[in-house]
T-cell receptor, first 111, second 116 residues
Framework: GEDVEQSLFLSVREGDSSVINCTYT??????LYWYKQEPGAGLQLLTYIFSNMDMKQDQRLTVLLNKKDKHLSLRIADTQTGDSAIYFC???????????FGSGTRLQVQP | SAVISQKPSRDICQRGTSLTIQCQVDSQVTMMFWYRQQPGQSLTLIAT?????????ESGFVIDKFPISRPNLTFSTLTVSNMSPEDSSIYLC?????????????FGPGTRLTVL
């Protein structure tokens, strides 16, 4: 079955860039997503990328996709304390409607 | 994007009882999903609920334990039956925006369940 993996923890200083990485195994992934979960809250969709794209930029967020290596990353520019949260990558497999989630990366932003 | 609400937002329940969680969407959607997030873990799909048909359950989840209703295109319920402490989790419903080029899924705020 499909598998999505992320590192568990990342700590950065306020104002620096954060890069959160994700690897997946399913070559038939159609869309890949990044969600943010703040303490005690649900999941907020941050951005997504279609599998035939290499890069997508949305304000402070840049998503890079290396389909050959099945590697996805989320870069947050000028990281703020309000960005502290757990970030989940997720993939949608072709022919399947539900998402498969990674384990989540806890981002800690230090002032 | 769809606006999704869940009730209750949290509950503390006794072992052996059942809890029904409601999910309400502000627009008609075809696909609704129920996920579970155990403490410190990622999300695991419980089942997919389409209006007018039986829910489709993932491996490891059964209808007797997690019965689901989907009476119309804006509402669904998930019941956690005969609860044990291992059922303590956040339960989230999500919907697929339709029709959508991106097949994006939006999530409700979750129901935080603690079983004593």
């Amino acid at each position: 079955g499909e598998d999505v993996e992320q590192s568990l923890f990342l700590s950065v200083r306020e104002g620096d860039s954060s890069v959160i990485n994700c690897t997946y195994t399913d070559s038939s992934s159609t869309y890949l997503y990044w969600y943010k979960q703040e303490p005690g809250a649900g999941l907020q969709l941050l951005t997504y990328i279609f599998s035939n794209m290499d890069m997508k930029q949305d304000q402070r967020l840049t998503v890079l996709l290396n389909k050959k290596d099945k590697h996805l990353s989320l870069r947050i520019a000028d990281t703020q304390t309000g960005d502290s949260a757990i970030y989940f990558c997720a993939e949608k497999e072709e022919g399947r409607r539900a998402l498969t989630f990674g384990s989540g990366t806890r981002l800690q932003v230090q002032p | 994007s769809a606006v999704i609400s869940q009730k209750p937002s949290r509950d503390i329940c006794q072992r052996g009882t059942s809890l029904t969680i409601q999910c309400q969407v502000d627009s008609q959607v075809t696909m609704m999903f129920w996920y579970r997030q155990q403490p410190g873990q990622s999300l695991t799909l419980i089942a997919t609920a389409n209006q007018g048909s039986e829910a489709t359950y993932e491996s490891g989840f059964v209808i007797d334990k997690f019965p689901i209703s989907r009476p119309n295109l804006t509402f669904s319920t998930l019941t956690v039956s005969n609860m044990s402490p291992e059922d303590s989790s956040i339960y989230l419903c999500s919907v697929e925006s339709a029709p959508s080029f991106t097949d994006t899924q939006y999530f409700g705020p979750g129901t935080r369940l603690t079983v004593l």
